[in-house]
Structures are given as structure tokens and as C-alpha cells.
T-cell receptor, first 109, second 114 residues
Framework: DAKTTQPPSMDCAEGRAANLPCNHS???????VYWYRQIHSQGPQYIIH???NNETNEMASLIITEDRKSSTLILPHATLRDTAVYYC??????????FGTGTRLQVFP | DAGVTQSPTHLIKTRGQQVTLRCSPK?????VSWYQQALGQGPQFIFQ???????QRGNFPDRFSGHQFPNYSSELNVNALLLGDSALYLC?????????????FGQGTRLTVV
């Protein structure tokens, strides 16, 4: 699995878009970019994943650069319930997820 | 669908004791993985069970062992507990041994070793 680098923490005002960056410069051609989040004292929750095209679902959007060396998770209208640790993972399969320390997103009123 | 369920939610054990944690996978899932999450760290992969056998293992000592039952539920056993084994233990299930598009996690068991 490719190593990923994320900022340790970010703040976002409620109702604004939260843009969480992730660097994965050594990603291989067949590795996906996955995002999970972990709300305090709960298990990680899948958010979204992509290979090379931008992806959108009901939770978030994922923007992957053309060279695939970095990506951004976008929460379009952050709420207080989005306060969590967000993990970016580059992997071929989800059978063995390698978590880093993630980005702690704090959404404030 | 109850999702992934783990028991117990909290547990306190004494150093040197043994502990068993339990996990029931999401309905329709036959693969179970276990993770250890120390305070302030991301989850670390312990091992994965599929077809009642350990399919792959992370960098954990033999004190950590597991089992999968015919109904796909799983147990994690830790022998000779150390203070450093205090952590949140997470179970994840998936519909195939390669993980599929996403892994579903339970709420975890908080183990405290004193």
C-alpha cells in the first residue's frame, strides 16, 4: 500500500465546505484511494473511494488529481456531526487497511 | 440489519490474564478482520479470518489468536495480557476475503489492562 500524508488537524465552520487533503505520491496504478472517518468512540465508517475519476455520493465528493499523487475529500456543507478523524488510505484491496493517524476535523458553530 | 456487533463493549482485566472478545459480522459477510487501536493512533491490522482459517496476519505476537465459527462469527483471544494491550479492539467484516468496496466496522471493545 502506498504511504499517505495528511495534515494532523483542520477546522471548519458549520455550513461551509470542508476540504481535506491527502498526498499519496507513491500510489501505484491499480491502487484505489479510500476515505474512512471515525467519530469519537465509534468504529471507522466508509465514506467514499475512487481510482482516477472524481467521485460523489450522498456523503462527500472525492477529487483525485490527474497524476493521482494527491486527492481531496470534500464535505460540501459541514455539520457538527462531521467532527471526526478522517483517514485517507491508498490500497488495492480493503482486506487489510493500513491506517495512518488521519486528520482531526473540528467543525465549529 | 444489525451491522457488525461486538461484545463486550468494555472490559477490565489484570496483567497476565487472558481475554476473549467476540464479533458477529454483518449479514451476508463471511470475512472478519480484527484491528487494535491504541489511544491517539489509527487502527492497526491484527489478522483476518475466512473459511474458519487465518488468511493473513499483521505484526502481532502469538499471544494474539483467533477463531472463526461456521456461522462466520469470530473471537479474538489475547493471552498473558500486558499493560500495552490496553486499546480499542475493532472488528470489521466484508463480503469476500479481498475486502470488496468497503469494510464495515463494529463499535469496538474497549479493553483496559491494569
Amino acid at each position: 500500500d502506498a504511504k499517505t500524508t495528511q495534515p494532523p488537524s483542520m477546522d471548519c465552520a458549520e455550513g461551509r465546505a470542508a476540504n481535506l487533503p491527502c498526498n499519496h505520491s507513491t500510489i501505484s496504478g491499480n491502487e484505489y484511494v479510500y476515505w474512512y472517518r471515525q467519530i469519537h468512540s465509534q468504529g471507522p465508517q466508509y465514506i467514499i473511494h475512487g481510482l482516477k475519476n472524481n467521485e460523489t455520493n450522498e456523503m462527500a465528493s472525492l477529487i483525485i488529481t490527474e497524476d493521482r499523487k494527491s486527492s481531496t475529500l470534500i464535505l460540501p456543507h459541514a455539520t457538527l456531526r462531521d467532527t471526526a478523524v478522517y483517514y485517507c488510505i491508498a490500497t488495492l484491496n480493503t482486506d487489510k487497511l493500513i491506517f495512518g493517524t488521519g486528520t482531526r476535523l473540528q467543525v465549529f458553530p | 440489519d444489525a451491522g457488525v456487533t461486538q461484545s463486550p463493549t468494555h472490559l477490565i482485566k489484570t496483567r497476565g490474564q487472558q481475554v476473549t472478545l467476540r464479533c458477529s459480522p454483518k449479514s451476508g459477510h463471511d470475512t472478519v478482520s480484527w484491528y487494535q487501536q491504541a489511544l491517539g493512533q489509527g487502527p492497526q491490522f491484527i489478522f483476518q479470518y475466512y473459511e474458519e482459517e487465518e488468511r493473513q496476519r499483521g505484526n502481532f505476537p502469538d499471544r494474539f489468536s483467533g477463531h472463526q465459527f461456521p456461522n462466520y462469527s469470530s473471537e479474538l483471544n489475547v493471552n498473558a495480557l500486558l499493560l500495552g494491550d490496553s486499546a480499542l479492539y475493532l472488528c470489521a467484516s466484508s463480503p469476500d476475503p479481498f475486502g470488496g468496496p468497503e469494510a464495515f466496522f463494529g463499535q469496538g471493545t474497549r479493553l483496559t489492562v491494569v
